[in-house]
């Protein structure tokens, strides 16, 4: 269950969405929060080279950062989320996840020479970068809430089922 769920949502960023607002981040969140192989942060990784694959490739720098930072969704997830999953655990799985992708990301932009590599540049790099903050913030708790919600749905209808089966 929980590969198809991440298949799924993997090949959801291929389908037409609002800038920014991608599957990847939640899919690193679940990903360390499900899966037990401590290369969990492969899992968005390879949903990202198969999405850039078909949508296209870019600044190899910005690629480097951008990957990175999804890579760390999953460690944050691992860290976070594999012993216990709670609403309020998962929102601040999400936030931290999307904070530090905002922050690695744009890094990334200012390192690869889109802005002038002064304080002043890395401070208008990130100005710049604000107003995609809330897309990217929006889809990881739309896809987190989707991944965390039926993974969860399905573990208890088999425990129910489970228990029907016991008494």
């Known amino acids: 269950m929980k590969y198809a769920l991440i298949f799924l949502v993997a090949a959801a960023r291929l389908l037409p969405h609002p800038f920014n607002f991608t599957p990847i981040g939640a899919l690193g969140l679940f990903a360390g929060a499900y899966l037990h192989d401590r290369r969990v942060w492969a ?13 296209g490739f870019y600044d190899p720098v910005v690629m480097a950062f951008v990957y990175g930072g999804f890579a760390l969704s999953a460690v944050i997830g691992r860290v976070l989320l594999r012993q216990k999953r709670t609403p309020v655990r998962i929102g601040a799985g999400v936030l931290a996840s999307a904070s530090v992708f905002f922050i690695v990301s744009n890094f990334g932009c200012w390192v690869a020479g889109m802005y002038p590599h002064t304080l002043e540049g890395l401070a208008r790099c990130y100005l710049a970068a604000i107003s995609f903050f809330g897309n990217t913030l929006s889809g990881d708790i739309f896809y987190a809430a989707l991944l965390f ?19």
Not at 47 to 54: C, E, K, M, Q, Y
Not at 149 to 167: D, I, K, L
């Open 149 to 167: 919600g039926v993974a969860e749905a399905a573990a208890a209808w088999r425990m129910g089922r489970t228990a029907a089966h016991a008494g």
């Open 43 to 55: 899992v968005p990784l390879a949903a990202l080279l198969l999405g850039d694959v078909f949508i």
